[in-house]
């Protein structure tokens, strides 16, 4: 089988091939969250869609070095380089320390990614780890002639970089148009135009996190950091960078504009963005205000919200469609998600009670290549999914017994569902194959209780026998008395 993993390239607007610059090593780099509120839905979309192409990469036999930022200084409320930076803010409000408000929900953030069982980065810097290599870019760009010093502060000077370089080249935005329409409306003094960004800001006196420099007591600008750590752990040039596509401008723009000015080519070889989460057709996102936290979706506490959804069935949701496609949230897709993530499950929890025959009635290497092509195909995760359920469909004909495999296939199966369902999409499996290890407590548990409200009912306790019944169906169990007693199931 053919093993040749294409991506698409934000840069050159193609999926290509992709060969790695030290044929064995990869260099990943994704940008990180901005730790100043509670982790999101829309935080996972990133996380897991680089989490399955670092596990993806990894499984074809790579080493890689997965780069992935914490952000905590520096992102100001405004891309345009004024508002208060977001931490700051966020200390102020609740009179704390900034570094206290980025401790709490960076340890939120990992506690939530490893709920989603996203693997942990191989280094996660901190911008703020990294201000004497973001000082030294500074005093690069501005040797070099592409920055300039305004009242403390320092800028890049797009115009002069667009002159030789085309600054647009990954978002495909028009410079030279835009500064035409938009040098009237600059209000903003310091730079010499709007569309100029900081690589250095000087501190308002009531700013706290600053830092000396000689320029001012200030802060970097925001892409500034990930143009430092990046070279400092990857390299100048290095294979992979990703994040979300509201990164993609200006925040990865700027990124190449930097490393281009410094060293002389594009920091990446292949730039990938996930689309984003939508909510009644609109961006999820905390400065939007229509976001819904982890912690309201594994609880189900939120007015959006029918139920509570487990991570894994979050995780399964986010694989279902693919990484450039934008995802709409709704109750009726997550619910779909958990039931055919359930379906899967059981399959490969049931593979253990499949025996070998003498002959196959079905070709399981055809399956394993669609996989593989699937993944190979920019990570298409949900043509993967759906190849996924023909295996599935397969192992209940053998649980039935309408269909049969010779050992080699058997053990072939078995191999290729492990691969995929555990360690590419990386869904977590207990010993019953089940998502959560409770379900069948759970059950019972429902069990006993629905037979104690027949016991209740035979002894015309009717008050005990409709409190069960109300108090299980506003749990979300729906109840059916039959004539062997009941039914029941769980929305
Ligand atoms: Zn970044």
Redesign the pocket.
Known sequence: MENKLFLYNTLSRKKEEFQPINPNHVGL????PTVYGDPHLGHTRPAITFDILFRYLKHSGFKVRYVR?I?DVGHLESDGDVGEDKIAKKARLEELEPMEVVQYYTDRYHSYMDELNVLKPSIEPRASGHIIEQLQIVEDILEKGLAYESNGSVYFDVEKYNKDHNYGALSGRNIDDLLSTTRELDGQTEKRNSFDFALWKKAAPEHIMRWPSRFSDGFPG??L??SA??AKYLGTEFDI?G?GMD?LFP??EC?IAQSTVCNGHTPARYWMHNNMITIDGQKMGKSLGNFITLEQMFSGEHEKLEQAYSPMTVRFFIMQAHYRSTLDFSNEALQASQKGMERLLEAYGNMDKLTASDASSFNVQEISDKCYNALNDDLNTPILIAHLFDAVKNINSMLAGSATLIDADLETLKQLMNNMVVDILGLTVDTNGNSSGNDELLSETINLLLNLRIDAKANKDWTTADKIRNELQALGVTIKDTKEGFEWSVK
């Open positions: 780099y994704v940008c990180g930022n952000t925001w892409h950091e990930c750590m990046s960078h994040g990164l925040h990865h990124e």
